[in-house]
């Protein structure tokens, strides 16, 4: 029997896809956060030397990756781990949609996400037949719920959440007896103060779990930081006991990050000119993209991290991909993202920064009063 999946949802994009495609200067895609930059040499260098992988790798990672992803958190996030409290993984993805499943919720239960979400937080409860439910406010989360999904810096709207706003959530899922994780892969780019200088917020800061890590992880990926979407690098950490639990199923799946990404990763973790200077590309292109969009008289939300601008005109989230998809750029609707995104888009800064140049170039020939600013 087939499972009841939620649709997929990039299908819709095709005919805008088509519309900006036939622009007379091409497409600009936006609609996708995928990496264009080169992935940085050393990282490169360090997985080529480790290509005689020859026996099989450890599911929990050598004990040189645990070191060094402890090692990370303790220096950029100021989380003391050991390295027990910690896991690589096969990028991100494959663990926020298998989570549920590995922890043993099913019918019955409730799966808790943002409500402008990332759609493979729903699809994690829909695996497992569990009920899917948007709320950014804990109070409103019901006694069923098992597993709860933040996301800091958020995907689509770049929200990120405090220290005070982490806590509160912490207490509600352990006063519900829920797991809790943090998706905090857009962590390293921050923009406006404060979190232009350091990472955003953790959700292991002592700050919100107090001392025990109890019933909390966080979620971590190298693609975007480091541009190895193609590696499938990231880790969790957190709660040891919880861990070890997943670690008995990825081991009995075999579930096993390649060796030579494995060493990839030590590299890129221990290195932070790389993330510094990818961090400054992304900033010139999103500063170029703030503008042209204001210009347009479109109003930028939240946006204060991450790798996307939420942007709207006040009108349906599809009447502005049309819009744009008339001047040449594709970007994706919030409908994608939840009901919370009807009248938002999200753009994407991963383009070249010709590309970036040519779509501010566009918006600025294509300038109209949004709805908003007649409001």
Known sequence: MALDLPDFPWDQLVPYKQRAAAHEGGIVDLSVGSPVDPTPELVRRALAEATDAHAYPQVAGTPALREAIAAWY?????????????LPTIGSKEFIAGLALWLGIGRGDTVVFPEAAYPTYELGAALVGATAFASDDPAAWPATTK????????????????????RAAVERARELGAVIVGDE????????PPYDAAPTP?????????DSLAGVLSVYSLSKQSNLAGYRAAFVAGDADLLADVLAVRKHTGMMPPLPVQQAMIVALEDESHV????????????MLRRALDGAGFRIDHSEAGLYLWVTR???????????????????????????????????????????????QRLASGRRVGRVDAD
């Open 74 to 86: 303790g220096r950029r996030q100021g989380v003391t781990l050991t390295a027990d409290q910690v």
């Open 147 to 166: 597993l709860v999904w933040l996301n800091s810096p958020g995907n689509p709207d770049g929200r990120v959440l405090s220290v005070e706003q982490l």
């Open 185 to 192: 892969c857009y962590a390293e780019l921050g923009w406006e």
């Open 202 to 210: 953790t959700i292991l800061d002592p700050r919100v779990v107090g």
């Open 276 to 287: 510094q200077q990818q961090k400054a590309r992304y900033r010139t292109r999103r500063n």
């Open 314 to 360: 006040g009108e349906p989230a599809l009447d502005t991909v049309a819009w744009l998809a008339d001047h040449g750029i594709l970007v994706a609707p919030g409908t994608f993202y939840g009901a919370a995104g009807a009248e938002h888009v999200r753009v994407a800064l991963t383009a070249t920064d010709d590309r970036i140049a040519a779509a501010a």
